[in-house]
C-alpha cells in the first residue's frame, strides 16, 4: 500500500505543478 499511496501522491503533484506552470503562463 505505501508504494501506490507514494506514487499516487507524487502523480497528484506532478499535476499540480503542471497546471500551476500552465495557468502562471497564462497570467
Known sequence: ??????????AMAAVDQFVWQLSRRNL
Open 1 to 10: 500500500y505505501d508504494g501506490s499511496i507514494s506514487a499516487a501522491s507524487q
